[in-house]
């Protein structure tokens, strides 16, 4: 559990550095990001290199004792590279380039840029790779921010043909594949083949999913040729990529199986504002983030890198880029460090030092005001560093490597399939698994967010929301698994090659679920349906589906008396879009018959295990009296009055139940 | 009366074919188009040919004795003919390209294309034109789908420029229509002129109106075409087109000239869904479709071609396209098609025969299931089957040809006006023209939607919502019918150059209506009058027109006692957007002056009558008890009983009216 | 006071022209503006002009002792024009042209445009510069309609280049200034800066604001261009420029010392539609307008020169361009033409003489309907005209230069800085300074709006709402008055080179408010809150701050005790974005403490002091008794019962108050 801190000595004048590294230092901090804009100040024109003020930085760091993470710069070329290579730029949708004059604007598959790109990074690893200060790598930042995933330049287009060629073979195995009889679209030739846009209506859903698939691809491969230098020249180093939240636009487990260390950028308040929560929740949760918001990503990230991850960016007061930019609540930042650590997080690091009051971000926060006083987020950081000092051992405990009792399957291909084919317009795949996973936060249970290539042994439960791609590898390892588990809509619903299963959803899943889905339908807003669920009548709406089963029990019913909720064996399959409080009862009753022992908890209080240690979380703004009930548990920190956004940490000297005083 | 199929033979194994066309005849359908979307099937190279396939095809659904439509495939033509004419790519309003991907990617100006569509039609009409199965040719597939009737390619400009040269003759005839001394818009030369788009602020409405007038004689155009081959090589073959509903982006009683039959294509749920129905009637018929959205199609398409028209596909189950796409209740399927054929249609045919699982539309329904299972919506076809056969000849009767007793105009050039020009946000002059229809419905009159060049003499009464283009001709000849006239709004505003009419609006109907509107106001939502109308407070909105008139009587008056509602002779005119109440209330009373014998039918509930025959159909939730009155009355087809979503059918032995029991 | 119409001869017949002249002096119309849309007709081909026709308009008019401006024609540029100099067009923010068929379709960075505004100019100014009928000449028409300021063409690439140049003359200074170092933005060359658009996200502020400097200095040049040529051709004409209304795309102050007259086009019931007013005010001043629309564009142009102002076009009845066009409630022009008068206008000119039939304005109001005859707003204009003689002396007295009791600042470059950067999606600044003016309206105070470097000398309070520019000057200025001073949020703000001032916002304003804030929040709609203000409850929403204050008082406190509204001296702080109630409140009080006299009117019911006279203006559907009550007063129009949408005028033999009778 350390503190770590992002920072950019560029900004500011140079007499300002060893003051602001004794700061880091005082305030607890650890780690230091660096670098990752400064291409412009490294290398000011072409190949004039600039590094004496880097060598300074570095010197002034390490004389902190603070360990450095450096960033490469090459999600920010400077103009002089764009001018020089303007093929180098990625287009939009439309076939416009998309300029200078922010960041992020290079075509991954650009071969130019590429070279460009390994040049830095080579340059930079030659010089700082063996520094004894340098702990970590972070190649490029936040791949994909700002849309730049899908790119249609005459370089993506090129690559995608390539692609597609070494996929299919044979142009005839494309048509096939894509179901290119339908409509005239078969091809003769590969190089016949443009990017799924500027279609008169939509392209062909096949066609989308191997144009996303294949910028996936361009994105690791990409950020492959990082790696591959880093490793080279500097090795004993974690590389790491700080990905984003709710982003979905290529496959980060893919991408992960490259890295050392996951991390990604935690901003509650503004991915509150700015995604799927309803007015009422963006309302409610306006200062603190809805609590699931950060925990579901701490729970995905935990499972890219076999459990070794940050926070690489966290928010640290209000920032510029949302819809809405609030403070946070007195205590955030202190409690969304905490629960950073509660489930797993071996760094958290503020972004940023300080607020700059120049150019774009100039409204975000940092640790400390543009007048150099420590502001609100600092003091909290402080805060933290404190109470880390109070636990002692604890905190400077190895990671425990374990399984949560539960697992939620997170599929990339499944969300890129459903945001292709909605079939209405509010199916939301990434809300789908939020929801569900927030169900399972608010009765209790820790999740593990997994790849649908994860091993299954060791949970009693499996979630799959939105396992839409019919994956047989996937239904087979279930099947062998002795876990209970939970299927969504749509599950197994679409082919590799897009196409409807031929024995019809769920596909592989049937085996399993003993469910054939005959008929899907979505809904207008304004149309919902009672379930009646175990005595209960929960609510649906969005989407319902008409199904055959040879189910031992319908667990739950629509009002007309059609199976909506079935369970075979220790298989459940949903059968329609649930309300939040749905989803609770349904999966309240699957991990008490898996073995588990949820408990509804009050709005606003999160509970988490990690190894010995029970992680009591309040986002309320009441204080809550809460604590394990076993003799052998004590108190690390707090009490078991834990006040609004507070936090209480709780060493268990056995396995014990954590239970309303 | 006959059923039929929309089938794709080239998307199966050729094994399916045979027991496909068995299944097909058992199941009682007789008409099977194919063939529409086959182009790259059917020529996969330039000038290579596969006919051996679609020759087969033809053998096997002759063998079954199934009639043939086959659809000329110009909608899709293949990436082959595109990359060799580039230029027959419509282009955008932003002048780029609409590309190859789905279908619809041509232009209809273009001249390479114009004449690849003809080769390829002879060649088809040569093949197929005399086979003994062929039944009927559909001319391409749904022209202007995806907004593709508007095109802004270098053809399109060249065409326009010489459409314009020849309405005008003279650049100064033009100015002088357009009024292009208002802004300084003035030409010099036909060759200056461009399409309307890409300007600062709005383009001249008589620019646009052009714009659109030329397109729609493009499309009109470029139809002729194939069916001048095909008239030539494929004599006594019906040749139709397959329109679309709520679409008026070319004039579809202009084209029908060209045509033996029109049909169109029913979806009634995404119609409900996709159109300007308010929320709470898309929540209220979300499994149903709004009853009027299908009988205001099939009674307008009954009007093209002398009353021969079809139902040329027809919604079996969900769909793909609209924002939401529930499935139908139980029993819609059969309804439906009932009220096609209670409406006239001689044919009723589904799309598609069976689910495609690959491809843009994997998510439309067919009458069977992807897995050759036969689907709710083959169900039901095969019950309609049934119920023809128990109604026994009268099933076989020709069409009769009769008039109904209330005529509504519908103008495709006043709809462009309106479109153009609707000075208030929300002013829907295709919503205006289904309301008005729809409560001429609910009263239970039977309606033909006709032209304005139509011959009324046989109708009581002539009902024009939308009539806003000032039509001399019109008025002359409603002014020597006897029928009772009822004209909404803006009727007369716009001469044919787009002019205000210098003796103001509503122009040449003024002699019938006493009528002057010297101004007009637009209303933001929200704001609403009560209109007092017989005792009985209306609600009107979103507009209203002060008025002079020389009235015989004041039908209904505004709050501030301004006329709203006033009555000439026989001529009434409405000053305002009335919401449906008051829609219904003008019309029973004009309809009970006209002679007619209207009654308010309860919500969901419809009387169609058709020669001898009175149809009601009940597409409500709650069963009704309903029949004829008359003593000569017998039931054909279930009973006075009619359950939800079913339908009875009567014979009447003499003109009799239809109460509630 | 004078009345005026605006006029197009070359729309209507020759024969027209006579009677037209005629009738307008009858109504007692004394100004014609003419000319301004006529290019094509004056100059129909390269190089060819016709003078005759508009030779005889001047003669005719002359002959009636009308008055007249003329307009200089470049705001339609004829097709053979844009045909020849192609690069003169504007380009959106894609890069496409904004082309020709409607008007404003240039560029004002254009080389060759501006030769050619200049030719026409100079041709109108030899011809007509010295009629003895001309009294005014119009620049263009409404710079800016349409999003027009801003212009991405090659031509305006160009000249930012060389702005940028003239003001940093280093590109190090530049990159200072933008604070560059971000994000790697630097330059190398001034040769390197494009627009800021197409970028991937937002680009720099302080780039965009720069932008917009620009583009506001190109309007100013391109008009300084036809000053010059006017004042050097047609000396002792007043020359002028029809501003818009709720539009800041450029410095009005700025471009307003090249002119005599400021004038402004009052469209009171478009601009309650199209702008920021919530729904609920949109339907009750749907036929009236809110009477603070007017009045507020009255106020802010009155000081643009030195208190010469008019309204170059008043609506006259229902127009074609807002989203919804209800036609003004009776009395409504004549209660805006008395406003506007009361406020000081010189001249209300009404567009236009007569609704034309074609073209794009075909549903735009005139003093005459299409069909000649007089229409409602003519009858009004009339009264008016009758009011006037009435009034006698009154009437004909030169508008007394007074200064109001109250200044509220606005600033154009702040308002671009919000606009830029909100931070919060309904951050709105141009709202923000509508809501405290709109609340000093409604406590009866008189207002001058005025610009940062106006003198304040003589003012008792200054009201500052988004003076979000830290201006150094004014802050001098304001602390050497002893005025009574508001500040709004987001006060001092951003630097010049959009930057948070090193002492934090209000920057300079610090001195004088002894307020530092420390954080600021942006907040989602449905979230607000109480502050408690002198015993009285206000709402806040969207907006609030973190301060630290030295203030001597503590006016209003947030529900969390934190402090919202604080006093230090004679300056007040408002931390947070008011409803209007709050502003309200705010204002009466500190209006009190200026030692002024507000009194909170009735809703709908404005007062307005111009000189002697004190006019009382009802907006409201009822009537209300009103008048002043000292004895001296006499009443020169109307009486102490004020009609519903009436006016009446008292003279004030001296300072009087005005009460509630």
Redesign the interface.
């Known amino acids: 559990m350390k503190l770590g801190v992002c920072y950019?000595p560029?900004?500011w004048p140079e007499q300002f550095w060893a003051q602001d590294a004794r700061e880091m230092r005082e305030l607890g901090l650890r780690m230091v990001r660096i670098g990752e804009?400064?291409?412009?100040?490294i290398e000011?024109?072409p190949g004039r290199l600039e590094w004496d003020w880097l060598d300074r930085v570095f010197a002034i760091l390490h004389a902190e004792k603070l360990h450095i993470v450096l960033g490469t710069?090459t999600a920010?070329?400077?103009?002089?590279l764009v001018?020089r290579y303007p093929d180098m730029l990625?287009h939009d949708e439309?076939?416009?380039?998309?300029?200078?004059?922010?960041?992020?604007?290079y075509c991954f598959s650009s071969p130019a840029y590429r070279e460009q790109a390994a040049r830095i990074t080579e340059l930079l690893a030659q010089r700082y790779g063996q520094h004894p200060a340098l702990s970590a790598w972070q190649t490029d930042n936040e791949y994909g921010?700002?849309g730049?995933v899908l790119s249609y330049s005459q370089a993506a287009r090129t690559a995608f043909r390539r692609w597609l060629r070494l996929r299919y073979v044979t142009i005839q195995a494309l048509n096939e594949a894509?179901?290119?009889?339908?409509?005239?679209?078969?091809?003769?030739d590969f190089e016949?083949i443009?990017p799924?846009?500027?279609?008169?209506?939509?392209?062909?859903?096949?066609?989308r999913l191997d144009y996303q698939r294949f910028a996936s691809d361009e994105v690791i491969s990409f950020n492959r040729i990082q790696v591959e230098i880093l490793r080279n020249k500097s090795p004993g180093r974690d590389i790491l990529h700080n990905f984003m939240g709710f982003f979905t636009g290529f496959d980060h487990h893919r991408l992960s199986k490259d890295l050392d260390v996951a991390s990604w950028d935690s901003y509650p308040l503004g991915a509150t504002?700015n995604f799927f929560l309803n007015?009422k929740e963006?309302?409610l949760w306006?200062e603190t983030g809805h609590p699931d918001v950060p925990a579901f990503h701490h729970d995905l990230y935990r499972g890219m890198c076999g459990g070794r991850w940050w926070v690489m960016e966290q928010q640290p007061?209000?920032v510029?880029w949302a819809?809405?930019?609030?403070?946070p609540a007195e205590g955030m930042v202190r409690l969304w460090t905490w629960q950073a650590f509660a489930h797993g997080a071996e760094v958290v690091s503020y972004f940023r030092w300080r607020?700059?009051?120049?150019?774009?971000?100039?409204?975000h926060?940092g640790l400390q005001?543009?007048?150099r006083i420590v502001?609100?987020g600092g003091l909290e950081a402080g805060q933290v560093d404190e109470d880390l000092r109070g636990l002692g051992p604890h905190a400077l405990a190895e990671n425990p490597k374990h399984h949560a009792d539960v697992a939620l399957v997170f599929d990339y291909q499944s969300i890129w399939m459903s945001d292709i084919?909605p079939?209405?317009?509010d199916f939301n795949a990434m809300e789908l698994c939020f929801r569900a996973y927030s169900a399972l936060r608010q009765i209790g249970l820790n999740v593990d967010v997994v790849s649908p290539e994860s091993d299954f042994t060791h949970y009693s439960m499996v979630v799959l929301p939105v396992q839409m791609r019919n994956d047989e590898a996937l239904a087979a390892k279930l099947q062998s698994t002795g876990a209970r588990l939970v299927f969504g809509p749509r599950s197994g619903s679409k082919s590799e090659?897009?196409?409807?299963?031929?024995?019809?959803p769920p596909g592989a899943f049937n085996v399993l679920t003993g469910v054939r889905v005959?008929?899907?339908?979505?809904?207008?807003?304004?149309?919902t349906w009672a379930i009646s669920l175990g005595g209960r009548l929960v609510a649906a709406s969005r989407w319902r589906e008409?199904i055959e089963c040879d189910a031992d029990d319908v667990v739950g019913r629509f009002q007309d008396g059609k199976p909506a909720i079935v369970e075979k064996g220790r298989c459940l399959y949903v059968a329609a879009w649930l309300e939040s409080e749905g989803w609770m009862h349904v999966l309240l009753d699957a991990s008490r018959k898996a073995g588990l022992d949820p408990h509804v908890l009050p709005e606003g209080l999160r509970l988490t295990r990690r190894g010995p240690l029970q992680y009591i979380l309040n986002f309320s703004n009441s204080p809550m009296t809460y604590g394990p009930s076993t003799e052998n548990a004590h108190c690390l920190l707090g009490s078991r009055e834990v006040p609004p956004r507070g936090v209480s940490i709780w060493s268990l000297g056995q396995k014990a139940s954590t239970t309303n005083n």
Chains 1, 2, 3 share one sequence.
């Open positions: 950019y560029e900004q804009f400064a291409w412009s100040r000011p024109e710069p920010t070329p400077p103009k002089w001018d990625a439309h076939g416009r380039p998309r300029g200078f004059g922010s960041r992020r604007h921010c700002h730049t894509w179901g290119n009889v339908f409509w005239s679209q078969d091809y003769n016949q443009d799924p846009v500027g279609t008169v209506t939509e392209a062909n859903p096949a066609h504002q007015e963006k309302q306006a007061g209000p510029n819809h809405w930019n609030p403070a607020q700059v009051p120049f150019a774009q971000e100039q409204m926060a005001r543009p007048d502001d609100q084919q079939q209405g317009a090659d897009f196409h409807i299963p031929s024995q019809l005959t008929r899907v339908s979505s809904w207008p807003p304004g149309i008409d």
